[in-house]
């Protein structure tokens, strides 16, 4: 089965950057929509990225413009690029793969239940 491991996450000063990093393993294909989400204490997990070879990118709009998600199928990994890191991006990120519904990133909304395989998630926090 599909696993994945984030790592890349960290504490940062508002206005800095970070990049997350997504290893995926096992049974794994290069056109799996994949996604990155995040949850605060005390609020619901949200979409914050999500990519496919024949989608491409959908961002949130508290992130885009500031943010790029990107993989290396040949490395197997996702990324996601976060720049001018604000204090409300302080969450848990977690990297997800959509296997079951290939139709997850044909969608403008990042829907984290159209994503069965989920990583233990990396910790980002912003302080002012």
């Known amino acids: 089965q599909v696993q994945l491991a984030e790592s890349g996450g960290g504490s940062v000063q508002t206005g800095g950057s970070l990049r997350l990093s997504c290893v995926a393993s096992g049974y794994t294909y290069s056109n799996y929509c994949m996604g990155w989400f995040r949850q605060a204490p005390g609020k619901e997990r949200e979409g914050v990225a999500r990519?496919?070879?024949?989608?491409?990118?959908t961002y949130a709009d508290s992130v885009k413009g500031r943010s790029t998600i990107s993989k290396d199928n040949a490395k197997n990994t996702l990324y996601l690029q976060m720049n001018s890191l604000k204090p409300e991006d302080t969450a848990m990120y977690y990297c997800?793969?959509?296997?079951?519904?290939?139709?997850?990133?044909?969608?403008?909304?990042?829907?984290?239940?159209?994503?069965?395989?989920w990583g233990q998630g990396t910790q980002i926090t912003v302080t002012s």
């Open positions: 997800a793969a959509a296997t079951t519904y290939s139709g997850a990133c044909a969608t403008l909304i990042i829907d984290p239940l159209r994503f069965d395989y």
């Open positions: 990519i496919s070879g024949v989608s491409g990118t």
